[in-house]
């Protein structure tokens, strides 16, 4: 999975509460992203980071925000949770400058009741 | 912005046939086209990409052809077998160098049948 790792792998939360989602990489890339998988859609983005404190919407932020703070983690966090977020959510980092390639972790399911 | 067709949704084949999933793309901007790979319970796994400047790329039983006129790009697996099982999602985006957003296609679920 590229270096990447994704905690927790799972997570069972209530409606109104807020959720924090982490992603850590090891390998210094400036690009990281979040996705989220829903069945009919593939995979669409919620926010990426091209670098520390940098950070951008994607097609699907609404009721998202993202925070990174070191090159090494990117927070996803879900202010107020609904069971519309209820999906799996993916981060990928690009290698860098120049090249094209994402690589994806292994993903968070969370449910939301 | 981008938008991703992919089909068919699901595709059942024989082992040891071919297996082709198609992808068309609407930003003629675009000028890469991944395709992943995704196991049950696993994150997607790149498994070939092509530029907008190449027609056709080879790796082993797997081949990516692109048609920029046209602006479809297709996914051709040949002599199939049950390890292929799995959901297969193409991609694309308008790459300037920095970070890309990927589009993604609504995926195609594989089944090699023994």
């Known amino acids: 999975d590229a270096g990447i790792t994704q905690s927790p792998r799972h997570k069972v939360t209530e409606t109104g509460t807020p959720v924090t989602l982490r992603c850590h990489q090891t390998?210094?890339?400036?690009?990281m992203y979040w996705y989220r998988q829903d069945p009919g859609h593939g995979l669409r983005l919620i926010h990426y980071?091209?670098?520390?404190?940098?950070?951008d919407k994607g097609e699907v932020s609404d009721g998202y925000s993202v925070s990174r703070s070191k090159t090494e983690d990117f927070l996803l966090t879900l202010e107020s949770a609904t069971s519309s977020q209820t999906s799996v959510y993916f981060c990928?980092?690009?290698?860098?400058?120049?090249?094209?390639?994402?690589?994806f972790g292994p993903g968070t399911r969370l449910l939301v009741l | 912005g981008e938008n991703v067709e992919q089909h068919p949704s699901t595709l059942s084949v024989q082992e040891g046939d071919s297996a082709v999933i198609k992808c068309t793309y609407s930003?003629?901007?675009?000028?890469?086209f991944p395709w992943y790979k995704q196991e049950l319970g696993k994150g997607p796994q790149l498994i070939i990409d092509?530029?907008?400047?190449?027609g056709e790329k080879k790796d082993q039983r797997i081949a990516v052809t692109l048609n920029k006129t046209a602006k479809h790009f297709s996914l051709h697996i040949t002599e199939t077998q049950p390890e292929d099982s799995a959901v297969y999602f193409c991609?694309?985006?308008?790459?300037?160098?920095?970070?890309?957003?990927?589009?993604f296609g609504t995926g195609t679920q594989l089944k090699v049948e023994l």
């Open positions: 990928a980092i690009k290698a860098g400058q120049g090249k094209e390639t994402q690589y």
């Open positions: 390998e210094n890339h400036r690009y």
């Open positions: 980071s091209y670098g520390v404190k940098d950070t």
């Open positions: 930003d003629s901007a675009s000028n890469y």
């Open positions: 092509i530029r907008s400047n190449v």
């Open positions: 991609a694309a985006t308008p790459f300037t160098g920095g970070g890309n957003k990927l589009t």
